[in-house]
């Protein structure tokens, strides 16, 4: 841009002073003419990087995600394939052989039916435990109202054999009658004191619940479900819309389950871009801002986006907590640069765009519109710029 800017004044001066001859072309002059776009290209510049800061550091960063296998077994399925191939969400990625999980599967689900089933029955007993102590009471107060009638029935053949008016048969046979009613009622409190331990025995077992169910009942339905969240686990699928790298997995193989030792690796297809800037060229820059970059990638090309953040942090103003004392004044690093993130317009989403790409951006804040024209022509300049390939071999 500097050089076609150059040309054009060039021009001009050679039609003012050699062409038309309309100023004399003396030492004065000479020294006018040197000294104007010096000046001038000098001020230009300045000024365009403070309203339209470029750099030359830009990067597409994407984060991976490794995969790796929530259970052991034989994989018996890899139906992706490594390379540029976009992997929807949701698509599978590889299958184990699920034959195992089944069968813990149905065997729990054995289980769980044994479970209920002996829930019904305790709740069965419940009730003939209850009915028994009822049936104990019944009793009881049978036997009660015997026993006052037959102690009554001694009380008045004694008296009456005090007296002389009664028979002493009477009254051993009543004695007799009497204990033997204090025999059943021992009998039918002992009988009641277990029927009621039998109720408060059937009662424990069904009154450990956990949310309201039966706790063995709860606790194996809690090992099914986790048995068949296992059995899901043996399709394994894509988190997002990925690229597939360093596929390791071939069928046959055998996975561990072991929490670092990633099969695979997926590359999400939407990444961020990020340009990196010295220090004192953000003061203009705000979130919103016009901003335009090129990659290498694809020579010739304007991304179109905006700012969407300035990340206001960076390695040399972090602290990590230790015992040691920073180091100050013995190797003075240069000032770190900051990174501006930015949003790409809908018109360019559906690029592709590589991984580590690099190019350059600038971006173009509210002040001296007149003068961004200058930077997209620089910009635009060095994207086609890129088509050159310079290497002798």
Same mark, same amino acid.
Not at 287 to 313: C, H, M, Q
């Given at each position: ?13 050679? *039609? ?23 000046? !001038?290209?000098?001020? %230009?510049?300045? *000024?365009?990087?403070? &309203?339209?800061?470029?750099?030359? $550091?830009?990067? &597409? ?25 976009? &992997? ?8 184990? $052989? ?85 025999? @059943? ?14 109720? *408060? ?51 046959? +193989?055998? &996975? ?59 390695? @040399?103003?972090? %602290? ?8 100050? +004044? ?5 000032? !770190? ?28 804040? $509210? ?11 620089? *910009? ?14």
């Amino acid at each position: 841009m500097e050089a076609l800017l150059l040309g054009i004044y060039s021009f001009f001066v050679w *039609l003012i002073f050699i062409k038309f001859k309309w100023l004399p072309w003396n030492t004065k002059s000479q020294v006018t003419v040197a000294i104007i776009p010096i000046v !001038g290209l000098t001020v %230009l510049i300045l *000024l365009l990087n403070i &309203v339209a800061p470029s750099s030359a $550091d830009v990067r &597409v960063y994407k984060y991976t995600v490794p995969i790796v296998s929530q259970l052991r077994g034989r994989v018996i399925e890899v139906p992706v394939e490594e390379g540029n191939r976009l &992997v929807k969400k949701g698509e599978v990625l590889f299958k184990i $052989d699920p034959e195992p999980y089944q069968l813990a599967v149905n065997q729990l689900e054995a289980q769980l039916a044994t479970a209920i089933a002996s829930q019904k029955e305790q709740e069965e007993s419940l009730k003939g435990a209850r009915g028994a102590v009822d049936q104990a009471d019944a009793r009881m107060r049978e036997v009660n109202a015997r026993l006052d009638l037959a102690r009554m029935r001694v009380a008045q053949n004694r008296e009456l054999v005090a007296t002389g008016a009664g028979n002493k048969f009477d009254l051993e046979q009543a004695e007799a009658n009497l204990k033997e009613l204090e025999g @059943q009622a021992e009998s039918v409190r002992a009988a009641r004191v277990q029927a009621v331990a039998g109720e *408060l025995q059937v009662k424990q077992k069904l009154g450990a619940r956990v949310n309201g169910e039966f706790a063995q009942v709860a606790q194996i339905r809690a090992q099914l479900e986790n048995a068949r969240w296992d059995l899901e686990q043996t399709v394994t699928i894509s988190p997002c819309d990925c690229y597939v790298i360093n596929l390791q997995l071939r069928a046959g +193989g055998f &996975v561990a389950g072991i929490p670092f030792n990633a099969v695979m690796t997926l590359v999400e297809a939407q990444g961020q871009v990020v340009a990196l800037f010295n220090q004192n060229e953000l003061h203009q820059v705000a979130p919103g801002n016009e901003a335009e970059f090129t990659l290498y990638t694809n020579p010739g090309r304007i991304v179109k986006g905006k700012v969407d953040s300035v990340i206001w942090a960076q390695g @040399q103003g972090q %602290l990590p907590p230790s015992g040691t004392l920073p180091m100050i +004044g013995v190797l003075t690093q240069p000032p !770190g640069r900051y990174a501006v993130k930015f949003d790409i317009a809908d018109r360019d989403k559906e690029m592709f765009m590589a991984a580590g790409a690099a190019g350059s951006a600038a971006i173009y804040t $509210d002040s001296l519109h007149a003068i961004h024209i200058l930077r997209k022509v620089i *910009l635009r300049v060095g994207a086609y710029i890129n088509y050159l390939i310079l290497k002798l071999h």
